[in-house]
């Protein structure tokens, strides 16, 4: 997954529980194309991430995804 596709999707997912009203934890593991919402990494050329109010996005330790 590229990194403009994971803000696309973090996007459309917060409009979706905008709409129904709902707060959510995302769980994520640490992989690079899963950058923070909140700054975008440096090869990214798409529009800024916007602020993400009904999400909160929760990252893995790394070499943990495996275990857990």
Known sequence: MLSGLWYEFMNSLNERM?????H????????????SPL????????????AL???????LPPNTTAFL
């Open 18 to 22: 905008r709409i129904q009203d709902h």
């Open 39 to 50: 700054s975008s990494p440096l090869n990214y050329m798409g529009p800024a991430p916007s």
């Open 53 to 59: 109010a009904n999400i909160n996005v929760y990252y």
């Open 24 to 35: 959510i934890i995302l769980l994520a593991d640490n992989a690079p194309t899963h950058p």
